[in-house]
């Protein structure tokens, strides 16, 4: 091991002195530390003790120039800074990113608010900074990613619902997890069932109001009762308001996600209605929402994290040339608490 002089920062290890200590070629310590199958396991298990012993760390720079990879991807969220750092969906979605990204060699970073200079992500994009993207809260009006497919691997949160037929996406299933969710306020006696749908510029938005409509209809209930929110708190109460001034008989709710039923939550008991006694309400994602409510949240189980988790697979995938899924569709559950 090399000393430093007091007061002198000790150089860095290189592949040749993790050769000298181990005692073979500086070609093998690079095979086995850029993960060649080829070596035999005793000079692997050599290499791999000197480079504990000598705390060495891959020149990334040089690795890089080696492979033309940069061993990083990008979470790319079309969205402002302040909702995706509101919205626990995004944490969730990182948290999943982040633990099969532990995995391999590359790293993460974030790019949020796109849309507000979309040549400028674009040029990031396409710079070679990044060898691949996670697309995640698009909508059909962005810019930041429209034609990257083809110069970039991409993987996206749901469906784009545009472009979308040699798209790669992870997703849960959203029309069925909204049926669901609404069955359970049709199989509970509820005859007046409005939905706080999400934005149609989007796929949840979109598939979770066609599973709630194709289940209040299966019913033989009217499907007038809808409004539009986009996806935060302050929305599900302004789309609330809206369907209780209607004066039209209600008596059950299906909010597209477990934000808005939040929302909805608050403009019931400003009205003097009970939760669910007078309106009962089902939520979407299962997130702390769902708990933190009282009484708490009826919701559909969205497995944010694993969704996360299985992007960043396809993705490390599709960057190293190894077979990957185009579409990987997740389960939803329905969680039964008190709200419905």
Same mark, same amino acid.
């Given at each position: 091991m090399v000393n430093a002089e007091p007061g002198q920062v000790r150089p860095a290890p290189t592949l040749e002195m993790v050769a000298a200590l181990a005692g073979v070629s500086r070609a093998t310590v690079s095979r086995v530390v850029n993960g060649a199958s080829s070596v035999d396991p005793g000079l692997t298990a050599s290499v791999q003790k000197a480079v504990?012993?000598?705390?060495?760390?891959?020149?990334?720079?040089a690795r890089t120039l080696a492979s033309r990879r940069t061993f990083t991807v990008t979470l790319l969220v079309p969205e402002s800074t302040s909702k995706v750092f509101a919205d626990p969906?995004?944490?969730?979605?990182?948290?999943? /990113?982040?633990?099969?990204?532990?995995? +391999?060699?590359?790293?993460?970073?974030?790019? +949020?608010?796109s849309e507000s200079n979309p040549e400028k992500t674009?040029?990031?994009?396409? =710079? =070679?900074?990044?060898?691949? /993207?996670?697309?995640?809260?698009?909508? +059909? =009006?962005?810019?930041?990613?429209?034609h990257l497919d083809g110069s970039l691997p991409l993987v996206f949160a749901g469906r784009p619902l545009l472009n979308s037929a040699d798209a790669?996406?992870?997703?849960?299933?959203?029309?069925?997890?909204?049926a669901t969710g609404t069955a359970r306020l049709t199989g509970s006696g509820r005859t007046n069932i409005a939905t706080i749908a999400g934005p149609q510029d989007m796929h949840p938005g979109v598939d979770r109001l066609a599973g709630w409509r194709?289940?209040?209809?299966?019913?033989?209930?009217?499907?007038a009762l809808v409004e539009i929110g986009d996806f935060t708190v302050a929305s599900g109460a302004a789309a609330m308001r809206r369907l209780l001034d209607r004066g039209a008989p209600l008596d059950g709710v299906f909010a597209a996600n477990d934000q808005m039923a939040a929302g909805a939550y608050s403009v019931i008991r400003e009205r003097g209605l009970r939760i669910p006694e007078d309106i009962a309400v089902v939520g979407f994602d299962d997130d702390y929402y769902a708990t933190s409510l009282t009484p708490?949240?009826? +919701?559909?189980?969205?497995?944010?994290?694993? *969704?996360?988790?299985?992007m960043a697979e396809v *993705?490390?995938?599709?960057?190293? =040339?190894?077979?990957?899924e185009r579409i990987t569709r997740l389960p939803t559950s329905l969680v039964e608490r008190e709200s419905a």
């Open positions: 504990q012993a000598l705390n060495y760390v891959p020149n990334r720079a969906f995004f944490a969730a979605v990182v948290e999943g /990113v982040a633990r099969y990204l532990n995995t +391999t060699e590359y790293m993460l970073n974030m790019v +949020t608010s674009r040029r990031y994009l396409l =710079g =070679g900074n990044v060898d691949g /993207v996670l697309v995640v809260s698009h909508h +059909t =009006g962005d810019h930041s990613w429209a790669y996406f992870v997703e849960v299933d959203n029309e069925k997890g909204a194709g289940e209040v209809l299966r019913a033989g209930l009217t499907d708490a949240l009826t +919701t559909i189980h969205h497995p944010i994290s694993l *969704l996360g988790e299985k *993705l490390v995938d599709l960057i190293e =040339g190894r077979p990957a």
